[in-house]
């Protein structure tokens, strides 16, 4: 899907760089709880850059929370103007977008992630371990 998003997939390597430990079997792992939002908000926003359908079905009633928060926040705000409904439309769009691309943007974060852990293991029994130490 974003494999030729290059910008996409650096910023991926860098939030793997700053946000990943080492576990108990000595891999590398992530807690997506510890990567702060906007490091997130980046990479969903280097996706729907690169992929308009994918911009598309976030924005729109492919997205669960179009219904039932992100509809009702744009007709809210349209009909008055004051700031804190500006601030709750611009809220309930971000959760939604969020909502939407989290689980893809966590897989391609947990596929480059099993790659490195593969191609550059950090355990020293793993089979190519001697040929990265």
């Not at 000595?26 to 359908?53: C, Q, T, W």
């Not at 928060?69 to 977008?97: A, C, H, T, Y």
């Not at 689980?103 to 596929?111: F, H, V």
């Not at 355990?123 to 040929?131: D, G, L, T």
Request: glycine fraction near 4%; proline fraction near 4%.
């Amino acid at each position: 899907m974003f494999k030729n998003n290059k910008d996409l997939n650096y910023q991926i390597k860098q939030v793997i760089d700053l946000y990943s430990y080492v576990d108990e079997f000595g891999e590398r792992a992530i807690d997506f709880n510890a990567v702060p939002d906007i490091e997130m908000d980046e990479l969903y926003a280097l996706a729907i850059s690169d992929d308009k359908v994918l911009a598309y079905e976030a924005c729109g009633p492919d997205n669960n929370s179009f219904d039932g928060e992100m509809l009702p926040s744009l007709i809210n705000m349209l009909m008055k103007s004051k700031r804190e409904v500006d601030q709750d439309f611009v809220n309930s769009w971000k959760k939604g977008v969020r909502s939407y691309l989290k689980k893809s943007i966590q897989s391609l974060i947990n596929e480059e992630i099993d790659r490195q852990n593969t191609y550059f293991p950090l355990r020293e029994n793993h089979p190519y371990s001697e040929m990265y130490l």
